[in-house]
C-alpha cells in the first residue's frame, strides 16, 4: 500500500524534543516494515511561525517570508531523516514531486518539506499522493479532525466523521481569507482542491499521539474525519 504521511510541524516539533522525533521515526520504521511505501510530508510548525513573524517584522515580502517558511519545513525534515534508518529512507530532501517520486520508486521512504511559495504543506502532501498514485494521505494535524466550526473558539462545534472532497473544498472556501505566510487553516484550499480532483481518500486526525498514527495508518483505526472522493 502506497501511504502519504503529512505531519504538521506543530506535531512533530512543537519544541525541540528529540524524543518526539524519535517517536516518531519509530512509527515510520513500523510503518515502513509493515509494507507501507511511505512519502512523509512535514511542516514547519512554531519555528516556521517564529522565523516568519521575525522576517515579516524586518520587511521581509510574503514570497519571502514562504520561502524562509519552507525553509524550516525542509530543516524539520532533515531532523526527522537524522532520526530514521539510513538503509531506509532517501538521505535528501527532495525539493520536488519528481524527485521524491523517484526515490519512492527505489523503495526508499521519501522525507520532504514545502516545495514552491503560496501553499502549506498540506498541499504538497496532497499533490505528492497525487504524484505517486498513493492509495491514502494521512494528515497528522493538532486537531482531531475537520469541523463545522473552530472548535476553539465555538464549544459546539460538531467534527465530520466523513465528508466529501467537494464539501470540504466549499468548507474550507467559505471560512478561507486570503492567506499570509504562516497562517493557519485546518487544511488548505489547495490540498482540498488537489484531493478532490485526485480521488485519493484522505483522513485527518490528531497527529500528537504517534501511536494513534500508526494505528491510523496500519488499521484504518482512528478517530478523525474520512475525506472521500465524490464517487465513493
Ligand atoms: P506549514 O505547512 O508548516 O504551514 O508551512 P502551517 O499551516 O503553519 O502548518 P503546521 O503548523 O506545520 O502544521 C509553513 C509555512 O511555509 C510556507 C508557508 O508560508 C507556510 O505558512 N510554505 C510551506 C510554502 O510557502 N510552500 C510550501 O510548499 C510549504
Do not use: C, W
Not at 3 to 9: K, P, Q
Not at 84 to 99: F, I, K, M, R
Not at 152 to 175: H, I, K, N, Q
Amino acid at each position: 500500500m502506497k501511504t502519504v504521511l503529512s505531519i504538521g510541524g506543530s506535531v512533530l516539533v512543537p519544541d525541540l524534543d528529540a524524543g518526539r522525533v524519535s517517536d516518531y521515526a519509530d512509527v515510520v520504521e513500523s510503518l515502513a516494515a509493515a509494507g507501507h511505501d511511505l512519502g512523509v510530508v512535514v511542516g514547519g510548525g512554531p519555528t516556521a511561525r517564529e522565523y516568519i513573524g521575525a522576517a515579516r517584522s524586518l520587511g521581509a515580502n510574503e514570497g519571502e517570508l514562504d520561502q524562509l517558511g519552507i525553509d524550516t519545513t525542509r530543516l524539520n525534515a532533515r531532523l526527522l531523516l537524522a532520526a530514521l534508518d539510513e538503509d531506509l529512507a532517501s538521505p535528501t530532501v527532495p525539493t520536488n514531486y519528481e524527485e521524491a517520486a523517484e526515490s519512492l520508486h527505489r523503495d526508499r521512504v521519501v522525507v520532504m518539506g514545502g516545495v514552491v511559495p503560496a501553499q502549506t504543506t498540506d498541499a504538497v502532501s496532497a499533490a505528492l499522493a497525487e504524484y505517486v498514485d498513493a492509495d491514502r494521505l494521512v494528515f497528522a494535524t493538532s486537531v482531531p479532525g475537520v469541523f463545522d466550526a473552530d472548535p476553539e473558539e465555538d464549544p459546539d462545534a460538531g467534527r465530520y466523521e466523513e465528508m466529501t472532497a467537494s464539501d470540504l473544498v466549499e468548507l474550507v472556501a467559505s471560512g478561507e481569507s486570503l492567506g499570509s505566510a504562516g497562517s493557519n487553516a485546518p487544511i488548505d484550499l489547495l490540498a482540498a482542491k488537489v484531493l478532490d480532483r485526485s480521488g485519493i481518500e484522505a483522513v485527518v486526525l490528531d497527529g500528537t499521539d504517534p501511536e494513534a498514527v500508526e494505528r491510523a495508518v496500519l488499521d484504518n483505526d482512528y478517530e478523525g474525519t474520512r475525506i472521500t472522493p465524490d464517487y465513493d
